[in-house]
């Protein structure tokens, strides 16, 4: 099975910036898809970002021109760059792949 390790979380003004990154280990070697998702108190966790295999990325119209997600492949990670933050972006930011969720890293934005 997959471990999923999120890292890079922390507290920023609005319109300041973080990267998020995933790391992947255990038995699996490869992963086609990854995703970052992530849940504000009270509410249900949703989609951010997906990433494939070959780079073709989907957002949630919310972040999208402000977030990136990448992958390195070679390193088994994932990235969110986070720009622009705003207040509602407020949550804790979860990865998803190959049937694994990783702890979660809390991300707060505000003044």
């Known amino acids: 099975q997959v471990h999923l390790v999120e890292s890079g979380g922390g507290w920023v003004q609005p319109g300041g910036s973080l990267r998020l990154s995933c790391a992947a280990s255990?038995?699996?070697?490869?992963?086609?898809?990854m995703g970052w998702y992530r849940q504000a108190p009270g509410k249900e966790r949703r989609r951010v970002a997906i990433i494939w295999s070959d780079d073709r990325t989907d957002y949630t119209p919310s972040v999208k021109g402000r977030f990136t997600i990448s992958r390195d492949n070679a390193k088994k990670t994932v990235y969110l760059q986070m720009n622009s933050l705003k207040p509602e972006d407020t949550a804790v930011y979860y990865c998803?792949?190959?049937?694994?969720w990783g702890q979660g890293t809390q991300v707060t934005v505000s003044a």
């Open positions: 998803f792949g190959s049937g694994a």
């Open positions: 255990g038995s699996i070697f490869s992963i086609d898809v």
